[in-house]
């Protein structure tokens, strides 16, 4: 039976937690990931060996594998700080896997056969590259975790070296996709860096699938500042060239005196939702009621299962691809 072709694009911890959730349902998933990051364990191997930066890789890889087996738990093992340099095992891995193979891309590919993982993990490019941000007052600053530490508004951001090519599965996957989701994540860096290797951009408006936007819940410091949904949307579009996002989801969430504080302490707030703008842009919003958890700690995070669910139900009303039923996840 032929599965509905679900194209997922981001990365950091977002993307991970998103596909591990769509993982329950009867979808062929791909993940395109960004190979941008630049510090800590990833950061240090990518310098060192001038591959693409594995972390966010190593996430998603492990969030479509079981997440119950050792091997799995293995992978994700990181040293202490004193011990391997503070390395993620599987970072290491993925490194020496590319080093056997001599291609980040096939090494990806083999460890995701290793780790019988639900559909596949694509680095958006096969090259080592740096993101770089062009300021609003255009100033530029180099590499990923640089860009929110200036406090300043972003007008653009780029990879260096600008030429790079973007995988062929990566391509072929947007072309031949039932829906693709942007998101949720960093804007610039986990999301907008996807889209600036060359060929991703065109892929994605080649293809005829619907796209939606899974929306951040809070602001993110040094990043999108004072961001609503719509200027979210807009700087995606503006990266790709054109209005392209179909559909959004997003929180309509009021938030108690608690979380507010909490975010307030870290110069972030909640990312509003004006509907008519968005609605006189073409785009439907999507949201529902318990789409937001909050911890303990006055922390929020979208509900996993909530949001990949919500993910499904679109995915099923937009296309005839299979005829599925819902409450039958083992048919």
């Known amino acids: 039976m032929k599965q509905m072709k679900v194209v997922l ?34 950061g240090k191997i990518r310098d060192v060996m001038d591959i693409p930066a594995p972390g966010d890789i190593r996430n998603v890889i ?13 992978f994700q093992y990181r040293f202490d700080e004193n011990k391997v340099d503070g390395h993620s095992l599987g970072n290491l891995v993925i490194a020496g896997m590319t080093s056997i193979t001599n291609d980040f891309g096939h090494a990806i590919k083999e460890l ?9 993990v694509i680095p958006s490019t096969n090259t080592s590259v740096q993101l770089n941000a062009v300021m609003e007052d255009g100033e530029i600053v180099r590499g990923e975790t640089n860009i929110p530490k200036t406090n300043k508004k972003i007008d653009r951001v780029f990879l260096e070296p600008g030429d790079v090519e973007p995988m062929e599965e990566a391509v072929e996957a947007l072309e031949h996709a039932d829906l693709i989701v942007l998101g949720p994540g960093s804007l610039y860096t986990s999301v907008i860096s996807n889209l600036c290797v060359k060929g991703i951009s065109e892929a994605l408006l080649r293809s005829n699938a619907p796209k939606l936007y899974v929306s951040n819940v ?21 990266q790709v060239g054109e209005d392209f996002i179909d ?63 919500m993910i499904y139900e679109l995915a099923l009303e937009l296309t005839s691809t299979i005829q599925f039923n819902p409450n039958d996840k083992h048919k």
């Open 62 to 74: 492990a969030a479509l594998s079981d997440s119950e087996s050792t091997l799995t738990q293995l």
């Open 112 to 120: 995701s056969k290793v780790l019988n993982i639900k559909g596949q």
């Open 218 to 238: 809070m602001t993110q410091p040094g990043e999108t500042d004072n961001y609503g949904v719509k200027e979210h949307i807009d700087a995606i579009c503006q």
């Open 247 to 309: 559909f959004v989801i997003c929180s309509n969430e009021n938030y108690s005196k608690d979380v507010l504080r909490k975010y307030e302490e870290k110069n972030s707030k909640p990312v509003e939702v004006h509907k008519e703008e968005l609605k006189n842009k073409g785009i439907r919003v999507l949201t529902a009621s318990n789409l937001i958890e909050i911890s303990d700690e006055h922390f929020v995070r979208h509900n996993t299962k909530i949001l990949s669910g």
């Open 9 to 42: 694009i981001g990365g950091g911890t977002g993307l991970s937690v998103l596909a591990r959730g769509l993982r329950e349902f009867p979808i062929d998933i791909t993940a395109i990931v960004t190979v941008a990051d630049n510090g800590g364990s990833t």
